[in-house]
């Protein structure tokens, strides 16, 4: 029988070791000026930073956390335009034209990426590498085939395949010639220090709550200070001010997970995801000491909707051992990303009655490419320049009925949370708890969420998401609360790690 080695104890993503030399920055502690204040420290904000410095622009930064502990700090970092399946699926939807668009607007954003490591001689791995969507499903081999059609009617250049070179399943597979991959936070770790020397004020553990608009609009923080600028970018991930843009109603969110393993076996090169379900995402990297690993990737859910979480971790585990004959997972970490009803990001101006205001969100799990070229377009917006892509990713386009559609589908999914998750009946209570286990747990004839410590020491909080009020529900394979209606993640104490939730759970106190 296979020697399956354990998970790690603990979730930790294999990229965080690379950011761990970066200098704090302090909190927003009065108020400031500034031409642009960018809300969000991932790689959407930062580029934006970093462009707009270049230019001259006076920028502020503004972090809830610290700088690359989101959704960028965990990714399996592909840079490519190959997004899944979506090239067949946009000509359709979109247009011949709009897809077009799509795919180089992605292009773009790599090499913009690939020509900045080059030119500030960046180390971070970077390296070409095909991208490869493959089935080993019939039902699929006809959507792959239809793909291929969709690549050589937009000029893409790649190939039909019967066989991939990776020793897993497939009966065809779709392969995107000429992309890359690297460390995504070596890289944005650089990004960072560039904007910093260039002039931008960085902030963190600073929160932004509102915004008040007008001409010269003021991002208002947590703490009562603000910034007043004359544009405000907001890459929050779930944008944290909504602006009559609905939305919570646009979009949902999708948690996806990832191990970084050891093997002996040789790897081939590429970079591979299944086109059917369960995902699965293959690429190899390379462990802070150098030693060679593969990200195993996949189990995407909505968020909050998952089977017991721990079981997506184990489902990689049995998959890593038996195809990658695994002797050592040295990592595991999940990543949240949120995803529109056409799967077009949302990247420019908020609303049409909001010149100054922009966002960029949406990234369906493609946020290296998606991210950059949202940096690209909203620092073009700011500068006044044209930019061929702003109608395509405009927040404010219309949507076809089959994306409407989508949207019904995922707000009844929300309502569905919110109604339901009152009324489930929860037996469990939190004496029964084990050290280290959290549940739904009934407290004075009311649902409410508990979680045990290692000592024994007892969290109880109101399961009632602050954001719109739908139910949390207990994620033991991080031991954080999570919403299923739009993605906010909470501690096990309650504490916002993710928004658009700003304020933590109620914590309640047992007789
Ligand atoms: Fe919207 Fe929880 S994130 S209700």
């Not at 795919?103 to 900045?116: P, T």
């Not at 070596?186 to 002039?199: D, H, I, N, P, S």
């Not at 009152?422 to 649902?447: F, I, Q, Y």
Request: glycine share 8%.
């Amino acid at each position: 029988m296979t020697n399956i080695p354990p998970l790690p104890t603990y979730p930790e993503s294999l990229w965080m070791q690379a950011i761990e030399g970066l200098p704090s920055y302090s909190k927003l502690q009065h108020d400031i000026e500034a031409d642009v204040a960018i809300v969000g420290g991932g790689i959407s904000g930062i580029t934006t930073a970093y462009k707009l410095t270049q230019a001259g622009v006076k920028v502020a930064l503004l972090e809830a956390g610290k700088l690359l502990h989101g959704t960028t700090g965990h990714t399996t970092a592909k840079i490519t335009a190959q997004h899944h399946l979506i090239y067949d699926e946009l000509i359709k939807q979109e247009g011949k034209e709009k897809a077009a668009l799509y795919f180089k607007a992605n292009q773009d954003a790599r090499k913009f990426m690939e020509s900045l490591i080059e030119q500030q001689a960046i180390e971070c791995g970077l390296q070409a590498q095909d991208a490869y969507v493959f089935t080993n499903s019939d039902e699929y081999v006809q959507k792959l085939q239809n793909e291929m059609s969709a690549y050589e009617s937009l000029g893409i250049h790649g190939a039909y395949l019967d066989r991939i070179p990776l020793n897993v399943p497939a009966k065809a597979a779709v392969r995107m010639d000429g992309q890359a991959q690297f460390h995504p936070l070596q890289y944005m770790a650089a990004l960072v220090k560039m904007t910093a020397e260039a002039g931008c004020h960085l902030y963190e553990q600073t929160t932004a709550v509102d915004i008040q608009e007008g001409p010269q609009p003021k991002v208002v923080t947590a703490d009562g200070h603000s910034v007043t600028c004359k544009h405000i970018v907001v890459c929050s991930h779930f944008p944290f001010y909504d602006g009559h843009g609905f939305f919570f109603a646009r979009m949902h969110a999708e948690r996806s997970y990832a191990l970084g393993i050891k093997t002996d076996q040789t790897y081939p090169g590429g970079m591979y995801i299944s086109a059917e379900e369960p995902t699965r995402s293959i690429r190899s990297a390379a462990s802070s000491d150098r030693t060679p690993l593969l990200i195993v990737g996949g189990q995407n859910h909505k968020t909050g909707q998952g089977i017991c979480t721990i079981n997506h971790y184990e489902a990689l585990q049995a998959y890593a051992s038996q195809h990658f004959n695994a002797s050592d997972i040295a990592y595991r970490w999940s990543a949240q990303d949120l995803v529109t009803g056409d799967k077009i990001p949302y990247i420019g101006r908020i609303t049409a009655s909001s010149p100054n205001i922009y966002i960029a969100t949406g990234f369906k799990k493609w946020g290296m490419t998606s991210g950059t070229a949202a940096a690209m377009l909203i620092s073009d917006l700011i500068q006044e320049k044209n930019n061929e892509y702003e109608e395509l990713f405009a927040p404010s386009r219309s949507l076809s009925l089959k994306t409407l559609k989508n949207l019904v589908v995922d707000n009844f999914d929300v309502a569905k949370h919110l109604v339901g998750g009152k009324l489930e009946m929860v037996r469990r209570k939190p004496e029964d708890l084990a050290p280290d286990e959290g549940s739904a747990v009934t407290v004075h004839g009311r649902r409410a969420g508990a979680y045990r410590d290692k000592e024994g020491k007892l969290y109880v909080v109101d399961t009632t998401c602050t954001h719109m009020g739908c139910e949390v529900e207990w994620n033991d394979g991080e031991r954080t609360w999570d919403c299923p209606c739009h993605g906010s993640r909470f501690s096990m104490t309650g504490e916002v790690m993710e928004g658009p939730a700003e304020k933590p759970l109620k914590s309640i106190s047992l007789p």
